[in-house]
């Protein structure tokens, strides 16, 4: 139904809650009392109910004010309304898990995935049955873009985006570790600079990019690694490490896995390198979204 505004143009709402507390108290004195105004303020908006229905809607009997019967009428028809505005208005719908159905679309590479998402989803399924995540390819350069335009709810991503409207929450913090497989390469552990450097390496590259962060603190000691093999896909990597005799650098969260499943072997790399940041970034206009922000609180929980 399409709502005419122009019909709404003498209605005042507080009319409408003064004449259900009138019919109710049937009485102005103690409707006044209820509502915290002078009996004249209480008077003065019967006044103007009467003119906006056309009717008397409560004729004095002795102490009391008796509703007429287009005043009943009303009364029926406005207070299921007024008691659904009043939830409306004033009353959060509480979110339960174990019933609720939502989907949530969460941008995020590759890597996050494989080593979130074995962790989360079982655990998702018992408490929020309903729940669905839709993961997507994300992008670091493209997130903020996609977030603001309604693509994406949520982003797990390494960036360390900033805008006006993104709400970012700090999941965890994390070391990047090199992985070989013994069957191909064997390097004393843990690696000394000079080590990593002599090794073959399969290089994970964003957008085709040739040279990294390594290679910068590399050079800066005078060293220089030899790039065999660049993909975008971290998903490729354990495959070809049990193949060739190659090292590849990576997360921590995948090392415990992958050595678990593939048999790689792990050092830390000898670079003075920064944990980096893995953080959830959403809008805020989604601040008040009972279940992006159950699935928000779900994740760190699980991560923390």
């Given at each position: 139904m399409t709502i005419?505004?122009?019909?709404?143009?003498?209605?005042?709402?507080?009319l409408l809650i003064a004449f259900a507390v009138l019919f109710r108290e049937q009485s102005v004195s103690l409707a006044a009392d209820k509502l915290h105004l002078g009996q004249p303020a209480v008077s003065g908006s019967l006044a103007r109910l009467r003119e906006m229905f056309d009717d008397p809607l409560f004729i004095r009997s002795g102490h009391r004010m008796?509703?007429?019967?287009?005043?009943?009428?009303?009364?029926?028809?406005?207070?299921?309304?007024l008691e659904q505005l009043?939830?409306?208005l004033f009353q959060q719908a509480e979110f339960n898990p174990a019933h609720a159905k939502a989907t949530v679309t969460i941008g995020m590479s590759d890597w996050m995935e494989m080593w979130l998402m074995p962790q989360l989803v079982?655990?998702?399924?018992?408490?929020?049955?309903?729940?669905?995540?839709?993961?997507v390819a994300s992008d670091p350069f493209t997130d903020a873009q996609r977030l603001e335009g309604g693509e994406l709810d949520m982003v797990i991503s390494v960036a360390n985006q900033s805008a006006r409207w993104m709400e970012r929450e700090l999941l965890t913090k994390m070391e990047f570790v090199a992985l070989w497989h013994p069957a191909q390469?064997?390097?004393?552990?843990?690696?000394?600079?000079?080590t990593?450097?002599?090794?073959?390496?399969?290089?994970?590259?964003?957008?085709?990019?040739?040279?990294?962060?390594?290679?910068?603190?590399?050079?800066?000691?005078?060293?220089?690694?030899?790039?065999?093999?660049?993909?975008?896909?971290?998903?490729?990597?354990?495959?070809?490490?049990?193949?060739?005799?190659?090292?590849?650098t990576v997360p921590q969260g995948l090392c415990e896995n992958w050595q678990q499943v593939?048999?790689?072997h792990s050092s830390p790399v000898p670079l003075e390198m920064a944990p980096f940041e893995v953080?959830?970034?959403?809008?805020?206009?989604?601040?008040?979204?009972?279940?992006?922000?159950?699935?928000?609180?779900?994740i760190k929980r699980l991560v923390g």
């Amino acid at each position: 139904m399409t709502i005419k505004e122009s019909d709404f143009r003498k209605i005042d709402l507080n009319l409408l809650i003064a004449f259900a507390v009138l019919f109710r108290e049937q009485s102005v004195s103690l409707a006044a009392d209820k509502l915290h105004l002078g009996q004249p303020a209480v008077s003065g908006s019967l006044a103007r109910l009467r003119e906006m229905f056309d009717d008397p809607l409560f004729i004095r009997s002795g102490h009391r004010m008796q509703p007429t019967a287009r005043a009943t009428e009303l009364h029926s028809e406005l207070m299921p309304l007024l008691e659904q505005l009043q939830s409306a208005l004033f009353q959060q719908a509480e979110f339960n898990p174990a019933h609720a159905k939502a989907t949530v679309t969460i941008g995020m590479s590759d890597w996050m995935e494989m080593w979130l998402m074995p962790q989360l989803v079982p655990v998702l399924r018992e408490q929020a049955p309903g729940v669905r995540l839709n993961v997507v390819a994300s992008d670091p350069f493209t997130d903020a873009q996609r977030l603001e335009g309604g693509e994406l709810d949520m982003v797990i991503s390494v960036a360390n985006q900033s805008a006006r409207w993104m709400e970012r929450e700090l999941l965890t913090k994390m070391e990047f570790v090199a992985l070989w497989h013994p069957a191909q390469l064997q390097p004393e552990a843990p690696m000394s600079v000079q080590t990593y450097a002599a090794q073959p390496h399969v290089q994970l590259s964003y957008r085709e990019a040739i040279s990294s962060h390594i290679d910068m603190l590399l050079a800066r000691q005078g060293l220089k690694r030899e790039i065999s093999y660049t993909t975008p896909h971290f998903s490729a990597l354990p495959g070809l490490l049990s193949m060739m005799p190659m090292l590849a650098t990576v997360p921590q969260g995948l090392c415990e896995n992958w050595q678990q499943v593939w048999g790689l072997h792990s050092s830390p790399v000898p670079l003075e390198m920064a944990p980096f940041e893995v953080a959830l970034l959403w809008h805020q206009r989604h601040n008040s979204d009972a279940a992006l922000m159950w699935v928000r609180g779900f994740i760190k929980r699980l991560v923390g």
